[in-house]
């Protein structure tokens, strides 16, 4: 994999971002490294100058993500898998989750809720690729104590030939 300056990349007009992300970013205790991260994901957001963004509400990255877009006034749009989701994020997360509501420009809901822990699963997926579909460019951030999931997700995007992909580690970040 290349490592590109997101300056350097000719997106386009009236392109549509999906940001996923991991929850532990909360965990970063280093007032200093966390408002470095804030800050350069401000910087991307900005410099991709996205038309409008698709986001899953989760706690930890999302959280940080609906902030910025508030603050940049960039239109997004809250991407449920079912509802009654979001019942279970920290409240931290669900306060973020609580002001970012009113600005977005939508809520999606993609299924309904799930019986078991296999059709949640399958939810989940399904709420992932909606997200995918709609978008042009792939944002992941992460870190490095990010489980499975996150290189699952990070593996699928590689796959993606027709969408500009872009990793951010948040623990690389000074």
Do not use: W
Request: net charge positive; aromatic share 8%.
């Amino acid at each position: 994999m290349e490592k590109i300056n997101v300056n350097e990349i000719d997106f386009g007009k009236n392109v549509k971002i999906g940001i996923f992300g991991d929850s532990k970013l909360r965990n970063i205790k280093d007032a200093k490294k966390r408002n470095n991260y804030i800050l350069n994901l401000k910087k991307l957001i900005h410099d991709v100058d996205p038309a409008e963004v698709y986001i899953i509400p989760e706690q930890g990255v999302s959280s940080e993500v609906l902030s910025a877009l508030r603050a940049l006034n960039v239109p997004y749009n809250l991407v449920l898998p079912y509802t009654g989701y979001c019942d279970v994020i920290d409240p931290y997360s669900k306060l973020h989750l609580k002001l970012a509501l009113p600005e977005s420009k939508s809520l999606m809901i993609v299924g309904k809720p799930p019986k078991d822990i296999k059709e949640r699963n399958d939810i989940l997926q399904e709420t992932e690729n909606f997200v995918i579909d709609r978008s042009d460019v792939l944002v992941s951030i992460f870190g490095n104590s990010s489980k499975n999931l996150i290189a699952r997700r990070n593996n699928k995007f590689l796959d993606k030939d027709d969408k500009h992909v872009i990793f951010v580690n948040y623990d690389t970040i000074g």
